[in-house]
């Protein structure tokens, strides 16, 4: 239909009816999206994330975290398929290591984890100072991590070890510089949830933590002390 | 009066946890020779190896279960989690057991 000539008498009519049909068409939209949310109210046993909705913290994050329990697992599959081709190669290269650094940093990742559980904890009271207060503990760890992890790097560079020395060493590389880079990004969201402190929030934070801290449970006796 | 069992402090659960992996983390430095500087790579034996693997296994489970809260999750992403970090285990377990003999 043709809209009338804007001079004409007919065409503020046409304006008045083309508002109302708008509004209706509005009206509609709102009743539309209620019923969808009354829907969703009714089947409260079904939601978004299915059986994830269960697990602490954003599901998302475990999306994550159940994708990097994978990864480091393939990657540990392509460590044993090396180690079987030239077990010589690996047991001296591992030699090398220093398997007292592995382990204080064992302990200082279970401390951290530790703090950040207390963390949670403290959140579950709504005790933001204490939970802000453990988290930056948990950093502190995380850091002196690094801190260590940078000595190990730096006294195999010294020696000239690099990640292209040879297989155990491209695997050792891989594996521990993705953890480290994950250390880095954990730190980066502890330092977000204590500013945006919400229950949920540091509670996937935690959760992240804890992944990091659970890798590195399989990675070191793997990586320093089996042979 | 029906006995009503106490539900244990979370604090002191976290504690004792945090205290039984650093207690089992020393274990295993002790046992894969972390103090030596010598650089040893003598084997530790297949029977080490396996006690080397059950001690991260165990460490991985009260992770899951007190760090992570998996305790009160449901049964099937406690069994699944568990069941991932076994595989793992167990696969280098075999490895060792492939590559140098029981």
């Known amino acids: ?227 | 009066m029906p006995h009503v069992p106490q539900k244990p402090n979370p604090i002191f659960r976290l504690l004792l946890t945090w205290a039984l992996m650093s207690g089992l983390t020393i274990i295993s430095m002790f046992s894969g020779d972390a103090l030596e500087t010598g650089g040893v790579t003598a084997s530790i034996g297949f029977a080490s190896v396996g006690i080397l693997m059950t001690i991260t296994l165990f460490k991985c489970r009260l992770l899951l279960l007190d760090f992570l809260e998996l305790r009160h999750a449901s049964p099937g992403w406690r069994r699944g989690f568990f069941l991932a970090v076994l595989i793992i285990t167990a696969m280098i377990t075999a490895t060792y057991a492939l590559a140098i003999g029981f």
């Open chain 1, 1 to 227: 239909m043709q809209p009338p000539d804007k001079d004409s008498d007919f065409y503020e009519i046409y304006l008045l009816e083309m508002a109302t049909a708008s509004q209706q068409s509005n009206k509609d939209q709102i009743s539309s999206e209620n019923h969808i949310q009354a829907k969703a109210e009714a089947l409260p046993g079904q939601s978004a994330w299915g059986p994830l909705d269960t697990l602490p913290g954003n599901p998302m994050m475990w999306v994550l975290i159940i994708s990097e329990l994978m990864v480091f697992g393939l990657l540990l599959a392509g460590y044993c398929v090396k180690f079987i081709g030239d077990p010589e190669l690996f047991l001296n290269s591992q030699a090398q290591l220093s398997r007292l650094i592995g382990g204080l940093n064992t302990l200082v990742l279970i401390t951290s984890g530790l703090f950040a559980a207390l963390a949670n904890e403290a959140s579950k009271e709504n005790n933001v100072s204490l939970t802000r207060g453990y988290l930056a503990i948990t950093a502190a760890f995380g850091l002196l991590f690094l801190v260590l992890k940078f000595y190990e790097y730096s006294d195999k560079a010294a020696l000239g070890i690099s990640i292209e020395t040879n297989s155990f060493y491209t695997l050792f590389y891989l594996m521990t510089g993705f953890h480290a880079a994950h250390v880095i990004f954990g730190l980066l969201i502890l330092g977000l949830v204590s500013c945006y402190n919400s229950r949920e929030n540091i509670q996937t934070a935690c959760a992240f933590w804890h992944m990091v801290d659970l890798i590195w449970l399989i990675l070191y006796p793997v990586l320093y002390l089996v042979r």
